[in-house]
């Protein structure tokens, strides 16, 4: 995945155009590689390159910061996906268990029915008049 970004704050005299590219990592499946590249260009104000500079430094500290925000926010996404696949399976877990209790009720309701048809009647004969 690349990003693209321009800063459009200052843009007739400061562009900041930022490329963000994620591949996957070449030998290990679970990591993604990051590159990284900033392009800055100051026109028309004065000391230009230390103006250049002193952005290339903010830049460099705040994609730090970036990644570390971004690193905290897929390790929540993880622990979200893990909580959720544990309830998933309590859940599933539990309709097994409830749906198979369901059906020996069922059964038990069954065999006492067809025992109760199949069983002698204790009815006392009729009078004779």
């Not at 993604?32 to 002193?54: D, F, R």
């Not at 905290?72 to 409830?98: A, M, Y």
Request: aromatic share 4%; glycine share 2%.
């Amino acid at each position: 995945m690349t990003l693209k970004t321009r800063n459009i704050t200052f843009c007739k005299y400061i562009a900041v155009d930022e490329t963000l590219k994620y591949e996957p990592h070449p030998t290990d499946p679970e990591k993604t590689l990051l590159k990284q590249e900033a392009v800055i260009t100051v026109e028309g104000v004065p000391l230009c390159s230390y103006v250049e500079g002193l952005l290339a430094s903010t830049i460099n500290v705040n994609a730090n910061k970036g990644r570390q925000a971004m690193e905290w926010v897929l390790r929540k996404i993880n622990d979200e996906i893990k909580d959720l696949t544990q309830s998933v399976e309590k859940s599933k877990e539990e309709f097994i268990s409830q749906t198979i209790k369901s059906i020996d009720d069922v059964v038990n309701a069954k065999n006492s029915l067809t025992a109760l048809v199949n069983e002698p009647a204790n009815v006392p004969p009729m009078p004779q008049l």
